[in-house]
């Protein structure tokens, strides 16, 4: 059974940094892609940041520049360092898996949550201005 469990979340100033981390248990993350999505209350879940299993990554318009995704397959991890945040990042924060892909992911295919057949339990993000 494949588990995610994020870490790394808390409260920050704005302009300040957060290095989010998403552990993951079982024997197909090599074979994923990864990715970090975003929840604010009265809000549908938004996609934040990509990463297929070449490496490539992607990210949405709003945290480009600012947010960096990462993985590391020796250690079964992904993470999401997050630069210059603001309030507007306030949310809980998700990992998650995809099943079974290419070596190369789309960017629309790593947006989509219906890519993903396991999540994390989420990580709380709280910016103060």
């Known amino acids: 059974q494949v588990q995610l469990v994020e870490s790394g979340g808390g409260l920050v100033q704005a302009g300040g940094s957060l290095r989010l981390s998403c552990a993951a248990s079982?024997?197909?993350?090599?074979?994923?892609?990864m990715g970090w999505f975003r929840q604010t209350p009265g809000k549908e879940r938004e996609f934040v940041a990509g990463i297929d299993r070449s490496g490539g990554t992607f990210y949405a318009d709003s945290v480009k520049g600012r947010f960096i995704i990462s993985r590391d397959n020796t250690k079964n991890t992904v993470s999401l360092q997050m630069n210059s945040l603001k309030p507007g990042d306030s949310a809980v924060y998700f990992c998650?898996?995809?099943?079974?892909?290419?070596?190369?992911?789309?960017?629309?295919?790593?947006?989509?949550?219906?890519?993903?057949?396991?999540w994390g339990q989420g990580t709380q993000v709280t910016v103060s201005s």
């Open positions: 079982g024997r197909t993350f090599r074979d994923a892609a």
């Open positions: 998650g898996k995809t099943r079974r892909v290419a070596f190369f992911a789309t960017r629309d295919y790593l947006a989509a949550q219906n890519s993903y057949d396991t």
